[in-house]
């Protein structure tokens, strides 16, 4: 009776390939890495408010949507005045399920198509209208 004995025959691994082979995969994790922090530090950036005055004096904020807001000063006072009666409105609105998801802009539609209306009562000064009007 004779033995058979059986071998496997593994391929010759070459060191210089094995240790380039490594060292691709320790740049590849570095640079996942690093953007996934870029995107972190993006996302960051997205959630926060700045503002900024244009060199024709309107102020900008930034942060809110896709493209900043800008008015002029007294167009600001004017909004601020208005904030009580937009913010029932817009409470009034997500009552009725017509406002867009968060993070697309809302849309002030009732579920039977009709627009909702809304108009700011603000107090006016005894000022002659100028050029800009919100």
Not at 23 to 46: C, M, P, V
Not at 58 to 81: C, D, H, I, K, N
Request: charged fraction near 25%.
């Amino acid at each position: 009776m004779s033995k058979t004995t059986q071998t496997t025959v593994t391929p010759a691994v070459d060191p210089l390939a094995q240790a380039a082979k490594e060292q691709r995969i320790r740049e590849l994790e570095a640079l996942l890495k690093a953007e996934q922090d870029r995107n972190a530090a993006l996302l960051a950036r997205k959630q926060t408010i700045n503002v900024a005055v244009s060199s024709k004096g309107g102020v900008s904020v930034y942060g809110l949507g896709r493209f900043p807001v800008t008015l002029y000063g007294r167009q600001w006072e004017r909004l601020a005045e208005a904030l009580p009666g937009i913010m029932a409105f817009v409470k009034e609105a997500q009552k009725l399920g017509a406002l867009a998801p968060e993070d697309k802009d809302a849309a002030f539609i009732q579920p039977n198509g009709i627009p909702l209306k809304f108009k700011a009562k603000v107090a006016q000064e005894a000022k002659p209208k100028t050029g800009s009007a919100l």
